[in-house]
């Protein structure tokens, strides 16, 4: 399992058929639901050696009639879930777990942390933006382009900024 992870790593990099790229991340482990999308590239990391690695992409999931963007990088330390139904524009990044093993001293202070990050159902990320570990971001709502979200995003919600805060509420949907 572990050179067809390695395969299919290098090959999201800058793949010959998009269709065929979903075929890939399933046989490495992804669960990928029907009608998904991936416009290109992707970047996949922390698969192999981090130290929650599972060797394969069996922490990857997403729903069915999603849409993933150009360039979009996942850090599979920990689980990602996408949910139905949702659009991740171009170039975001999706990070599971901080660490800065390579000083001592920023490493006490710093201790490694990992957690899940959960995209629910409907919502829309924006182009560039980057959702950091253990961020549940609610259904239905919408990340703007560029932003930093650092906490939880409550459903029907519009955030935007460095870090991310909140714009604006939504008007629930008949």
Do not use: Q
Not at 43 to 60: A, F, G, K
């Amino acid at each position: 399992m572990l050179t067809i992870t390695l395969f299919v790593v290098w090959y999201l990099r800058n793949p010959i058929f998009t269709r065929f790229s979903i075929h890939l991340l399933r046989i490495a482990g992804a669960r990928i639901d029907t009608d998904t999308r991936i416009k290109r590239s992707l970047s996949i990391d922390n698969t192999i050696t981090d130290e929650n690695s599972t060797r394969n992409l069996t922490h990857l999931t997403i729903g069915k009639n999603t849409y993933i963007g150009d360039g979009t990088y996942f850090d599979l330390a920990d689980e990602v879930n996408i949910d139905d139904n949702v659009a991740i524009s171009g170039h975001c990044s999706i990070i599971t777990h901080a660490d800065c093993n390579r000083s001592p001293w920023l490493a006490k202070r710093f201790p490694r942390e990992h957690a899940p990050v959960t995209i629910e159902e409907g919502a829309w990320i924006g182009f560039g933006a980057t959702i950091i570990p253990g961020v549940t971001i609610g259904k239905e709502s919408v990340i703007a382009a560029g932003s930093v979200v650092t906490t939880d995003v409550e459903p029907r919600t519009i955030v935007g900024g460095v870090p991310a805060e909140d714009i604006k509420d939504l008007e629930p949907k008949e």
